[in-house]
């Protein structure tokens, strides 16, 4: 006996297409023209493709998109800064004569050339444009004072850090406040600080003064030094010379540790007050029957009294 099939059953096989159709359907969608004419092109392309690159003409040596390094823009450069500043970076760094703007490295590379600059204190932007073009945006190293040694003189910056002095000339050397008394050479290369925390102290003290140094008439800063006990000032204090002779006792650089175990001490502000005030009132610190000894240390008043013959030690640091 055969088992009758009920009505939805044999529906559902009618629905079904034969094996063979299918197959055919597949047949007629894989061999439709579009489709046999895109996998002609796909094999085409990989077996062409490596041969046309090769023929294809290379971007990084097409002229707008290579750039001379001595081309490298900045901008205005300060006085004080070398005007071919971009020449020194490009022969230190052994940059190439010609720059591709195509090297995914060459910003990173143009930004550590620049930083081995002793005159470059932060490299804030390197940026590439095109028609060929590259701009780096600097913020330079500015120098405050001049460390006087056996040697020469030495450039330093308001951290310390050591300038190149064959950047500067005679008549540059005499710009600046003179740091004398200072017994150590520096501890390294241009572009990095002199070692010496005495000296550091003087390149913030001189940071200061510089704006009013030749109002002023100074001549030196003097720096701390252990002969100073004979005058019995405390350690770590500095001291100032007038150009007619006189000293002023200034006390620690600004920003110095050692200010809050002074608490009787000055502001640095305070301090430059006194030094204007006192040369308004009596036309210079040498006036009227100098040289003295001036202490604008302390709070209540300043001092001054004649400069003693036994203080003659101090214009040795100055040989």
């Known amino acids: 006996m055969f088992a009758r099939r009920s009505r939805s059953q044999v529906e559902a096989d009618e629905e079904k297409p034969p094996r063979a159709s299918r197959a055919a359907g597949i047949a007629r969608q894989l061999y439709r023209p579009m489709t046999l004419a895109t996998a002609a092109a796909v094999v085409t392309a990989g077996l062409f493709l490596p041969r046309l690159m090769k023929e294809l003409p290379d971007l990084g040596e097409q002229r707008e998109y290579r750039i001379e390094s001595r081309r490298i823009e900045i901008a205005a450069l300060p006085h004080w800064v070398p005007h071919d500043l971009v020449a020194q970076v490009v022969d230190q760094a052994g940059l190439p004569a010609e720059l591709s703007l195509l090297d995914d490295g060459l910003a990173g590379e143009i930004a550590e050339a620049f930083r081995l600059s002793p ?24 120098p405050v004072g001049m460390v006087e040694v056996k040697q020469g003189k030495y450039p330093i910056d308001a951290h310390g850090v050591l300038l190149p002095p064959q950047d500067f000339s005679v008549a540059d050397t005499r710009a600046y406040p003179v ?22 102290g003087a390149a913030r003290l001189a940071a200061e003064l510089g704006p009013l140094w030749k109002k002023l008439e100074l001549a030196a800063i003097v720096c701390p030094r252990t002969t100073e006990r004979r005058l019995k000032i405390d350690e770590g204090v500095f001291v100032l010379m007038s150009k007619g002779g006189s000293r002023i006792i200034w006390g620690h650089a600004p920003g110095d540790t050692a200010d809050a175990d002074h608490p009787g001490e000055l502001s640095t502000k305070q301090k430059i007050g006194r030094l204007t005030e006192y040369v308004k009132r009596f036309g210079g610190f040498d006036k009227p029957q100098g040289p003295y000894q001036i202490d604008i240390r302390h709070w209540r008043d300043i001092s001054r009294t004649p400069l003693s013959a036994e203080l003659e030690w101090l214009d040795q640091v100055r040989e």
């Open 179 to 200: 740091v004398s008394g200072v017994v150590s050479t520096p501890q390294g290369p241009a572009g990095t600080r002199w070692g010496d925390g005495v000296v550091e």
């Open 119 to 142: 005159w470059v204190d932060e490299v804030v932007s390197v940026r590439k444009s095109f028609p060929a073009k590259i701009a780096v945006v600097l913020n330079y190293r500015r």
